[in-house]
């Protein structure tokens, strides 16, 4: 196991080493290449002359030989690497030798961490604080915080912690409340912070290199054209380092967003069933059927059997039927109320059976002063009660209904006085009806019957003076 160990160390030791050298020698290979083609991000024209004639003939001959040595360095390097790779390749994984398992930061890897997770809790200020207390227990702090009570307490904060202590502050955060969500997103950046930082060196060695040639410049002209040039790459170069430094402050703090939301507690389901019948004997109403049919004058029970399907008791258990003119109220005061057969209208626990039943006279085939010789009588009856969680917190009233049907059979025997007295009322309301209809059917032809009496009279008269003027010069002629 020691011997296993210590070829890992060393070839820990020679990769590190190989690696630094293969950095530095891309890094002179880098600047040597720029210094001689003038930097990769101006090509333009005007620093291109200058530098030709400013520049020292023997540079060309001095970077050739330099640039040379330097490939030679990274060559070299490259094969140390992969003789390294390889000799690693054949030693224990770390797990199997039980070392600390690597991670992205040990292999020369720049990642940017991030996590978004979701919880509810009961109280989430205390969630909040729970929160804020393990990250900061574990190194890390609130970089923001998000906190509205409308329409419901919600807490939204962000947090920092180092690379090495996202996934256990993660965990421990996912345990503050019932978790909702949790995503986990890495991005590989070491390319990009490569690029950066060669970039910013070739940047860098074009301004070094624009500032010795603004100080060679040998008239005005040449140095207004420099400084121009010199303050665009140094802006440039600015900016860049501006890049660099954002990507690697996201390298070195992973961020976590998490949202803290109100949890809700179950609630509980509430239900009630209704079922009706009637019959026309009170020794056991609820063995009747849902449809009755019975004499003019009789007695109509009610069975009504109310059951509570729900997980939490019932109160203020009320029944109500339009067609009996029963209100809710009316239920305990009203003569005709409920007799109990089992349960009570105060309270119906889970699963309990409330029965009573109500004794209603027909009267001359009426029912509740509804007539029920024509199609019978409907009989709805509609039972309402409110639910009492342990809780104390209110719910909805539940409802529900049942239906029965009452028809009154009419004897064949001849019409009682009081039944022939009614016939005769509808027999003149229906005589009236009819001379109503007729006046005003004629009404509006008045106008015109008025019109042709008036003539009719006007020609008669006119006729009637007409024959008196004749008779008038009859008998006055002979007299002539």
Known sequence: MAIGRERHRR?????????????????????????????EDSGEESETAMAATMAPDSLSDEVMVTTTAAMAVVKEASAEMEEAVEGESSLPSSTAAGLPATTPADLGRDIIYRGTISVRASDVDAAS???????????????????SSSPEPESRLTFKVMPADFMPVLE???????????????????????????????????????????????????????????????????????????????????????????LHE????????????????????????????????DDAYFCLQ???????????????????????QDGRTDPRSFQLVAGSFDRIE?????????????????????????????????????????????????????????VVDEDEGPPSFVDSVRTGYRGVIR??????????????????LAVIGALYWWIRRWMRARRSGRSIRAHSSPDR
């Not at 009630?272 to 009755?292: F, R, T």
């Not at 109310?306 to 009996?324: F, H, I, Q, R």
């Not at 009573?356 to 509609?382: M, N, P, S």
């Open 350 to 406: 889970p699963g309990e059976l409330l029965s009573a039943v109500l004794h209603v006279a027909i009267r001359d085939g009426r029912l509740a002063g509804r007539a029920a010789t024509r199609g019978g009588v409907e009989v709805g009856f509609q039972v309402s009660g409110t639910p009492a969680p342990d809780d104390g917190v209110p719910l909805d009233t539940v409802t529900n209904d049942a239906i029965t049907f009452v």
């Open 306 to 328: 109310v059951e509570n399907t729900g997980e939490v008791a019932l109160t203020d258990v009320e029944v109500s039927s339009e067609a009996l003119r029963l209100r809710p």
């Open 129 to 147: 604080r729970e929160a804020v207390n393990i990250v900061q227990g574990m190194g890390g702090f609130v970089f923001g915080q998000q906190v």
């Open 431 to 448: 005589a009236l009806g009819y001379v109503v209809a007729t006046i005003g059917l004629l009404l509006p032809f008045i106008p015109v």
């Open 266 to 297: 179950p609630v509980p389901e509430t239900g009630i069933d209704v079922s009706a019948w009637v019959s026309d004997s009170d020794e056991d109403p609820c063995l009747g059927d849902e449809v009755l049919v019975t004499s003019p004058d």
């Open 11 to 39: 070839a820990g030791r020679s990769t590190g080493g190989v690696w630094a050298r293969l950095r530095y020698g891309l890094i002179v290979l880098a600047l040597l290449l720029a210094a001689a083609c003038g930097g």
């Open 172 to 262: 421990s955060l996912s345990r503050v409340g019932e978790l909702v969500d949790k995503q986990i997103t890495a991005d590989d950046v070491t390319e990009r912070i490569v690029d950066f930082r060669s970039r910013i060196a070739t940047a860098e060695a074009s301004v070094l290199r624009l500032r010795s040639l603004l100080q060679e410049a040998p008239d005005l002209e040449n140095v207004a054209l420099i400084e121009r040039e010199l303050v665009q790459r140094e802006t440039d170069l600015e900016t860049l380092r501006g890049r660099l430094r954002t990507l690697t402050d996201l390298v070195s703090l992973a961020t976590i967003e998490m949202a803290i939301l109100k």
